[in-house]
């Protein structure tokens, strides 16, 4: 609209004068404002400090040992080397076998592919149960299973032993993929029943007077909204498999061992010369693919710990 | 110069301009309430004179004091909020007293100043209270208490009846207008989007839209003289009847959509006087009457009922005229009734004629 | 609302109750019946293989009587207060400094919250690299001239739990940080403007007013640290394998030990159901503050 000339009716009769003496415009701020230098600085050191060991670990793990024994650990390399990365990679010894970190590499893909599809697959249709289709005594359950989520593992540890072993899946991968299922299953389930909660009731009731059923609410309407929230689960599945230790070594058996394991054998081995290049390469690519899910989800990553956090 | 001026305000956010210089001097002891839809920049203007956003350019003065570059509890304010923002782990008497006590106000002093608060507000059983024991209107009387305490002349509230039922908010309002008239010499800048608070409350309203004032003026003159088409439509109560046409001079002005004239010999066209072409015409659905009353009209029309609204005290009408919709108001006991032929009639000179290019009044 | 006299009540919803199988068996198995089994097993004298042969408290006393189990309670106590305390102060800090409408603060906010990215196993390995006396940060100091400088926690007896520490904090403040940052967004906005025009300055404001608005987030997040306190394992098994001697070790590494590396099945029960009850002890409180308080506010 077209508002050029506006006509103050009822305005002082005499006109406004235009310019005043005194301060005008922002408050003048200085770059360097002392409040700007402790804020500045004080988060600089901090972000220092939690940089540190990343740079650590990439700076020793391209040098050569002998410049390792002569050197500063904080001297970036004189003489650039992947050899470290190749001989962790491949011909590292853990005690058992000198294949390297690939074995554990690929059982930790074996393990964490299929649990993350299980657990999620699992808790989403659970979590959507409990959400849409309340039936008597469902939050008996979601409750033992969200109380069951604080207690400590080692409790159940040996428990889940003898039902592994009943079942013939000890020392597996496919018992170790089921239990992460199971332990994977509380926070799981609270997300997605959070946000299936969350989704307008009305959308459900007409999907269920237009005849849908359970299973065809789920994946024609249920699973297509909520792309978001499934990757949140995948990124917290991910890492949180990704870097289990306890469950890998106490329900798989040194061939299947993860990757954690292998690396914390191989790390700490006891017998030859300790090889801290080869470690710190070793050490890396463990944390690699947690690393690459965390710096490309950015925002989700976050969103899915306060999901798990603020609201369990 | 007034308690409150604010000269060639500009705000920008980043690209946006969301204040676009505004001049605006407010009398010693004068009620103004910034009106506008979510979004027109009348918080953000209450924001700035507070102190508590940024400007980009322009100047702030209170009392004469130029306040720009000032800290809002140096400005000689207080501040009422919509969300009351009480102090959630204090009692009422620790939220009135807590200010005053960071500025090192002695303690009689603290003591008579939240006295006389509570006492004018009557909230003196409430003061031992946490705010979560509170109601909503309960809640809202502190937040003024909290301004009050400060001792200031100048008050900002920030839409502090938005969060109330429909019954406490017409309480709240009367009693926010007794407590400025109980204050004497005490300035109040007021913002809302309910055109009712700002009509009852206001001796002046600044009516906003996109970060400028369209209106400044007391409330009968933005009611019967709107300056342009946006305030025309957006204060009123069922709002204003449109009806587009032609404006043409011959020995008297008149209006003309199709086939009817509505004479203007009696409308006050405003400064630049009447100029020929098209306009919308605006009149008002209380303004038409209907039958008997119509006859007392200088002008009358036939329309067709299409609609009727029941509102128990009265009924709305919904017809057409000349293609444009028609609404007025008819007196909840009439018999109206779909289909009916009603004779309708108004007065032209209380109604508004709006330039259809610039939407400005003429 | 259901009709209880319609017929066949347990297909009523009958996918639904499929689906929840899983759940069903997660929650009565393997958390109450594992929990209890452990509990009752605790009572035995089971050594490589659990055996019904009931002893009653012998396992408890032998426990406390065990001085790797002390010094598992004592290393858990100091680093369970420590990092309290610290990661709740730091983690605050940093939540309040990037709060403050700061440039960059996605970056910063990367920055600190990586390290929880990271398996303790990869943290524990780092830091034991970065605390190597000969190479790490003691080696540098010296090689810098002060030849008498000592700073080797792993290898010290004293103050190896510090060592560990370090890492811990490394890890986890980020996500205290995170979840302090959540509260501080869910602050009214107007309480901030309120404070401004009242004249508070910003610290008496945050002690005074915004930290107590806080609260059900600071609880949550003490829940969530003080459970992972309770369950630290990895970074200890990485850093220093319980080393030097017995002196790092922690309840959660002598349950696994117990169970897993000298067959003492018993021990390992008896242990994790004293963790069970430090858990409980932590838990019980803060359901009764959450859910007790909200049926009071209604």
């Known amino acids: 609209m077209a508002s050029t000339a506006i006509d103050y009716a009822g305005a002082p009769a005499e006109p406004l004068p235009q310019e005043l003496a005194g301060p005008r415009g922002a408050r003048p701020r200085r770059l360097l404002s002392r409040r700007n230098i402790f804020l500045y600085g004080t988060l600089t050191v901090v972000a220092i400090y939690y940089l540190l060991p990343l740079y650590v670990m990439v700076v020793t ?58 657990s999620i697959a699992i808790a989403s249709i659970n979590g959507y149960a409990l959400a849409n289709w309340r039936f008597k005594g469902a939050n008996t359950f979601f409750t033992i299973l969200i109380v069951g989520a604080f207690i400590p593992y080692q409790v159940m540890l040996y428990p889940i032993v003898i039902i592994l072993r009943e079942m013939g899946i000890y020392g597996t991968l496919t018992g170790l993929v089921l239990v992460h299922t199971v332990f994977g299953m509380p926070i799981l389930t609270l997300l997605f ?120 | 110069m007034g308690a409150v ?62 306040v720009t570059w000032e800290q809002p509890k140096d400005r000689g304010i207080g501040m009422v909020f919509q969300s009351y923002a009480l102090y959630p782990q204090m009692t009422v008497e620790g939220n009135l007293a807590f200010g005053l006590k960071n500025a090192r106000v002695p303690k009689d002093e603290i003591a008579r100043r939240v006295a006389r608060a509570a006492e004018i507000l009557h909230i003196e059983p409430l003061l031992k209270r946490k705010p979560a024991q509170l109601s909503g ?7 003024i208490g909290r301004a009050l305490v400060r001792d200031v002349d100048v008050f900002l509230f920030d839409e502090p009846l938005s969060n109330l039922d429909a019954k406490l ?42 970060g400028a004032i369209q209106q400044l003026a007391d409330p009968a003159t933005i009611y019967n003289k709107p300056v342009n088409k946006y305030v025309a439509g957006f204060i009123g109560s069922p709002s204003i009847n449109f009806i587009d046409g032609q404006l043409e001079i011959g020995s008297d002005p008149v209006f003309r959509a199709g086939e009817t004239k509505i004479s203007l010999a009696r409308y006050q066209f405003s400064g630049n006087g009447p100029k020929p072409g098209a306009v919308t015409f605006g009149i008002r659905p209380e303004h038409i009457f209907i039958e008997k009353a119509a006859s007392d ?31 007025f108001r008819v007196d909840g006991q009439h018999p109206v009734k779909k289909g009916d032929r009603v004779m309708v009639g108004f007065d032209p000179a209380r109604a508004s004629v709006f330039d259809a290019q610039t939407e400005m009044r003429l | 609302m259901p009709d209880s006299r319609r017929p066949r009540q347990v297909f009523k919803n009958l996918a639904a109750k499929i689906a929840a199988i899983p759940m069903i068996l997660t929650a009565t198995v393997v958390f109450v019946g594992g929990t209890l089994w452990t509990v009752l097993y605790s009572f035995t004298d089971s050594k490589l293989l ?108 004293d103050i190896v739990i510090y060592g560990i520490l370090f890492a811990g904090l490394w890890q986890s403040t980020g996500l205290v940080m995170c979840l302090m940052l959540a509260g501080l967004r869910g602050i009214d906005e107007d309480i901030w403007k309120a404070a401004r025009v009242d004249g508070i300055p910003m610290w008496k404001t945050y002690l005074f007013i915004v930290i107590p608005m806080m609260r059900p987030v600071l609880i949550t997040t003490l829940v969530i640290v003080a459970t992972g306190i309770v369950k630290v394992y990895d970074l200890v098994v990485a850093q220093t394998g319980g080393g030097p001697g017995i002196a790092s070790e922690v309840p959660a590494k002598y349950v696994y030990d117990a169970m897993f590396l000298s067959q003492n099945l018993g021990q390992g029960f008896a242990a994790s159901t004293m963790m069970l009850l430090a858990v409980i002890i932590v838990i019980v409180p803060w359901a009764y503050l959450e859910f007790g308080g909200r049926k009071r506010h209604g």
């Open chain 3, 50 to 157: 659990p055996r019904e042969n009931f002893v009653g408290l012998a396992q408890y006393e032998r426990l406390w009587s065990s001085s790797k189990w002390i010094i598992s309670i004592q290393n858990l106590f100091i680093y369970g207060v420590c990092m309290l305390v610290l990661s709740f102060v730091i983690g605050f800090v940093l939540a309040a400094l990037l709060d403050q409408k700061i440039r960059f603060e996605n970056t910063f906010r990367t920055i600190f919250l990586y390290p929880f990215a990271l398996s303790f196993i990869v943290t524990g390995l780092v830091w034991q690299w970065i605390l190597n006396p000969q190479f790490g940060i003691q080696g540098v100091v010296r090689d810098l001239g002060w030849e008498n400088f000592t700073f080797d926690p792993l290898y010290n007896p």
């Open chain 2, 297 to 327: 009209q200088p002008f009358q029309a036939e329309v067709d009922v299409e609609v009727i609204e029941p509102m128990g005290a009265d009924t709305l009408v919904w017809s057409r005229f000349n293609g444009s919709e028609l609404r």
């Open chain 2, 5 to 66: 001026s604010v000269r060639n305000l500009c705000l920008n956010f980043g690209e946006v301009e969301v204040l676009k210089n505004l001049n605006l001097d407010i009398e010693e002891g004068e009620f103004l309430v910034l009106l506008g839809s979510s979004g027109c920049g009348k918080s953000t203007l209450l924001n700035c004179i507070a102190g508590l956003l940024d400007i980009t350019d322009g100047q702030i003065f209170i009392k004469g004091r130029n």
């Open chain 2, 137 to 143: 209107g309960q809640r809202q009387r502190v937040a």
């Open chain 1, 61 to 118: 793990s391209l040098k050569g040992m002998p410049e390792i024994r002569v050197g500063n650990i904080f001297a970036p390399p004189l003489e650039i080397t992947f050899e470290p990365w190749v001989k962790a990679w491949s011909s590292a010894c853990t005690g058992l076998n000198c294949d390297g970190l690939s074995r554990g590499f690929w059982n930790s893909v074996r393990i964490t592919v299929p649990s993350v599809i299980l």
């Open chain 2, 169 to 210: 908010r017409a309480e709240l309002r009367v009693e926010i207008k007794r407590l400025h008239q109980q204050l004497e010499n005490t300035t109040m800048i007021y913002v809302t989007h309910d055109q009712i608070e700002a009509m009852t409350l206001a001796d002046r309203i600044a009516i906003m839209r996109s």
């Open chain 1, 193 to 312: 029943r959070n946000y299936f909660a969350s989704v307008p009731e009305e959308l459900f009731k007409a999907a269920r007077v237009d005849g849908a059923g359970f299973w065809g609410i789920y994946f024609k309407i249920m699973l297509p909204m909520s792309l978001p929230i499934f990757v949140v689960a995948i990124i917290l599945q991910v890492t949180g498999i990704w870097n289990d230790f306890l469950f890998g070594v106490v329900y798989t058996k040194p061939d299947v061992y993860p990757m954690t394991v292998q690396l914390n054998n191989i790390v700490n081995a006891t017998q030859g010369v300790k090889e801290y290049n080869v470690n710190m390469a070793a050490t890396i690519i463990t944390g690699l693919v947690p690393l690459i899910v965390y710096f490309a989800s950015g925002k989700l990553f976050v969103r899915g710990i306060a999901a798990g956090a603020v609201k369990g």
